[in-house]
């Protein structure tokens, strides 16, 4: 058996065999009718923490009522309330003058994405490179008081910007601009004094925070404004709204010792947000595929399973989860604030884009290496199995079946992973409009979600048998996008972590990070000669390193530094 794929042709349980569920016709109809309104252009793409991401979970929650779902959210109700961090945008009070000259916010100058906001008058103290770098016998500060004034800093190096420059690792404006502070600045302005140098963009972000003070970069060829002592009249203003989402959550209490968790992800990317794929003018995404398909299944499945008797030896905690679009927000807060605690999970399944079932019926598990007992039931399954209080082979149309071991995917199995829970998610491949405005109800196979419905019952039932599920980690998680990469850390990033530094939220056996002794939680500050201020300034150190490269890393472990070695 291949380690990395296996294909295997199973069967779907036909209908005759379930005469206790509810009839294949009034399956089709009903999640037909959870798609049409999930998927329809009232909800605006249920964005999550917006007014139609709250029409998805308030139908969700009603469905859940219907069945007899236990409420396992916040407060006896079946909503799990989260914040996060929304887009950011300019607010309307954004002004630069330096002596007499103005500039126009957007044409002339522009604040930084980790600009805080701010309103002052001081003066102008240059400050070339702003660059200190007394090993390297270069210090821009020496001799120069900051303090209560704007430091002017170029946005070049003194010999260039380039992977080879000795001063690589000041280059990243946002640890000059922490330098600056640190000496005593109230704001920054940076500039460019050099042709060659690409300047900052003006796109702001919701994984970037202040840093303290107002820093803006100034467009055009201004060295000569640049004066110690220069009159100066800044103010910044960056809305960052907070906004609220809703993770759903509803048991069946079945007084079973353990706890299987199947869930699927509510929200989509609303008009398009930074996820679409989509090219032109805004337009609804409705996620007909990604997820309302597989929000219907999972409630089909909790229909079915509420009157299935072989289904007793387990409690099923139904979550559909928002914000997975953002960066597995959802899932990520429900593992860290758990209504269950994870000691009493027992597996996870994860329905991620399911209605897209091909010709050749092809269906992708991936995570069967999170436990020893995935790839035996799924064999087990060619046998009789017992559904629906009948005996019969499964012997309805095949399904084409392909699995994956890893733990680590880009779906909400991922953050029950990293709890270590064994972790599957079903998924019928992507197609030409994945996180397109194109993505509608009309497309969806729902013959095909019917089939994965009564295999997932065919699979859940079959697992009874097997108690508690043994957990393994899997040898080949990877947590970045190697082709960007020539080396990997075997790091999963918090990429709800909104402070300085990129956050550790699971480690790979094996991999460097583990190798070093990092540990989860571990917040990473630097790599090498580069400051790690976020997931940007992360990314850039790790592309300066080849395999068999060693480095120092530094980290902050529960309030205090440490650094070791770490090897690629």
């Given at each position: 058996?291949?380690?990395?794929?296996?294909?295997?042709?199973?069967?779907?349980a036909p209908?005759?065999?379930l005469?206790?569920?509810m009839?294949?016709a009034d399956?089709?109809?009903?999640m037909?009718?959870d798609?049409r309104?999930?998927?329809?252009d009232?909800l605006?793409?249920?964005?999550?923490?917006t007014?139609?991401e709250?029409?998805?979970?308030d139908?969700i929650?009603?469905?859940?009522?219907?069945v007899?779902?236990?409420?396992y959210?916040?407060s006896?109700?079946?909503?799990q309330?989260?914040?996060?961090?929304a887009?950011?945008?300019l607010?309307?009070?954004?002004?630069?003058?330096?002596?007499?000259?103005?500039?126009?916010?957007g044409?002339?100058f522009?604040?930084?994405a980790?600009?805080?906001?701010?309103?002052?008058?001081t003066?102008?103290?240059?400050?070339s490179?702003?660059?200190?770098a007394p090993e390297l016998?270069?210090?821009?500060?020496n001799?120069i008081?900051?303090?209560?004034?704007?430091a002017?800093?170029?946005?070049?190096?003194p010999?260039?910007?380039?992977?080879?420059?000795k001063?690589?690792?000041?280059?990243?404006?946002r640890?000059?601009?922490?330098k600056?502070?640190e000496k005593?600045?109230?704001?920054v302005?940076?500039y460019?004094n050099?042709?060659?140098v690409?300047?900052p963009g003006?796109?702001?972000?919701?994984?970037m925070?202040?840093?303290?003070?107002?820093v803006?970069f100034?467009k055009g060829?201004?060295e000569?404004?640049?004066?110690?002592?220069?009159?100066?009249?800044?103010?910044?203003?960056i809305?960052?709204?907070q906004?609220t989402a809703?993770?759903?959550?509803?048991?069946i209490d079945n007084?079973?010792p353990n706890v299987?968790?199947i869930g699927?992800h509510?929200?989509?990317?609303?008009?398009?947000d930074e996820g679409s794929?989509?090219?032109?003018e805004?337009a609804?995404h409705?996620?007909?595929?990604?997820n309302?398909?597989g929000?219907a299944v999972?409630?089909q499945?909790a229909?079915?399973?509420?009157?299935?008797?072989?289904?007793?030896?387990n409690?099923?905690?139904?979550i559909a989860f928002?914000?997975?679009?953002?960066g597995?927000?959802g899932?990520?807060y429900?593992?860290k604030?758990p209504t269950v605690?994870?000691?009493?999970?027992n597996y996870?399944i994860?329905?991620?884009?399911?209605g897209?079932?091909?010709?050749?019926?092809?269906?992708?598990?991936?995570?069967t290496?999170?436990?020893?007992?995935?790839d035996s039931?799924l064999?087990?399954?060619?046998k009789?199995v017992?559904?629906?209080?009948?005996?019969?082979?499964i012997?309805?149309d095949?399904?084409?079946?392909?699995t994956?071991?890893g733990?680590?995917?880009p779906?909400?199995?991922?953050?029950f992973?990293?709890?270590g829970?064994p972790?599957?998610?079903?998924?019928?491949?992507?197609?030409?409009d994945?996180?397109?405005?194109?993505?509608?109800?009309?497309k969806?196979?729902?013959?095909?979600?019917?089939r994965?419905?009564?295999?997932?019952?065919a699979?859940?039932?079959k697992?009874?048998?097997d108690?508690?599920?043994a957990?393994?980690?899997?040898e080949?998680?990877?947590?970045?996008?190697a082709?960007?990469?020539?080396?990997?850390?075997?790091?999963?990033?918090?990429?709800?972590?909104?402070?300085?530094?990129?956050?550790?939220?699971g480690?790979?056996e094996g991999?460097p990070?583990?190798n070093?002794g990092?540990?989860?939680?571990d917040?990473?500050?630097?790599?090498?000669?580069?400051e790690?201020t976020d997931?940007?300034?992360?990314?850039k150190?790790?592309?300066?390193?080849n395999k068999?490269d060693t480095?120092?890393?530094k980290?902050l472990?529960?309030?205090?530094?440490l650094?070791?070695?770490i090897?690629?």
């Amino acid at each position: 058996m291949s380690k990395h794929l296996l294909f295997l042709s199973l069967f779907a349980a036909p209908s005759a065999l379930l005469a206790q569920l509810m009839p294949d016709a009034d399956v089709l109809d009903q999640m037909r009718y959870d798609v049409r309104y999930l998927a329809s252009d009232r909800l605006e793409g249920r964005e999550a923490g917006t007014p139609g991401e709250k029409l998805a979970v308030d139908y969700i929650a009603a469905k859940y009522a219907n069945v007899g779902l236990m409420p396992y959210g916040d407060s006896a109700t079946y909503l799990q309330t989260f914040t996060f961090n929304a887009e950011p945008t300019l607010g309307e009070a954004n002004v630069l003058q330096i002596g007499r000259t103005k500039f126009k916010v957007g044409e002339q100058f522009h604040p930084l994405a980790f600009s805080s906001n701010g309103a002052l008058r001081t003066k102008v103290v240059k400050v070339s490179y702003g660059i200190d770098a007394p090993e390297l016998d270069r210090t821009d500060y020496n001799g120069i008081d900051v303090t209560g004034a704007v430091a002017a800093i170029a946005i070049g190096s003194p010999d260039g910007i380039h992977p080879h420059s000795k001063f690589l690792a000041y280059h990243e404006l946002r640890v000059r601009a922490d330098k600056a502070i640190e000496k005593g600045a109230v704001a920054v302005i940076f500039y460019n004094n050099d042709p060659d140098v690409e300047a900052p963009g003006d796109a702001l972000s919701a994984k970037m925070q202040g840093c303290g003070v107002p820093v803006v970069f100034v467009k055009g060829d201004v060295e000569e404004l640049m004066v110690d002592g220069n009159p100066c009249v800044l103010t910044t203003t960056i809305d960052r709204p907070q906004r609220t989402a809703y993770n759903v959550v509803g048991m069946i209490d079945n007084g079973a010792p353990n706890v299987v968790v199947i869930g699927a992800h509510l929200d989509h990317l609303g008009m398009g947000d930074e996820g679409s794929l989509h090219r032109g003018e805004p337009a609804i995404h409705n996620g007909a595929d990604d997820n309302a398909s597989g929000i219907a299944v999972m409630l089909q499945l909790a229909r079915d399973l509420a009157e299935m008797d072989q289904a007793r030896a387990n409690d099923y905690l139904f979550i559909a989860f928002s914000g997975e679009e953002k960066g597995l927000y959802g899932s990520n807060y429900w593992t860290k604030h758990p209504t269950v605690p994870i000691a009493e999970l027992n597996y996870m399944i994860n329905l991620d884009m399911v209605g897209r079932l091909d010709s050749a019926r092809r269906l992708a598990i991936s995570g069967t290496g999170t436990s020893p007992t995935w790839d035996s039931v799924l064999a087990e399954l060619r046998k009789p199995v017992r559904i629906g209080g009948r005996q019969g082979k499964i012997e309805a149309d095949t399904l084409s079946i392909k699995t994956s071991p890893g733990g680590v995917g880009p779906s909400d199995h991922t953050s029950f992973y990293l709890q270590g829970v064994p972790a599957i998610h079903f998924f019928t491949g992507t197609h030409s409009d994945y996180h397109k405005p194109s993505d509608d109800e009309e497309k969806v196979n729902y013959d095909g979600m019917l089939r994965i419905t009564r295999f997932i019952e065919a699979f859940v039932t079959k697992l009874n048998d097997d108690g508690k599920l043994a957990f393994t980690k899997t040898e080949d998680a990877k947590s970045e996008d190697a082709p960007r990469f020539k080396v990997t850390l075997g790091v999963v990033p918090d990429y709800m972590y909104d402070g300085k530094g990129m956050r550790i939220d699971g480690i790979t056996e094996g991999k460097p990070a583990a190798n070093a002794g990092l540990k989860v939680g571990d917040i990473v500050l630097k790599l090498g000669q580069l400051e790690v201020t976020d997931m940007m300034g992360y990314m850039k150190a790790l592309a300066q390193f080849n395999k068999g490269d060693t480095s120092k890393v530094k980290v902050l472990r529960e309030g205090k530094e440490l650094e070791t070695d770490i090897t690629f």
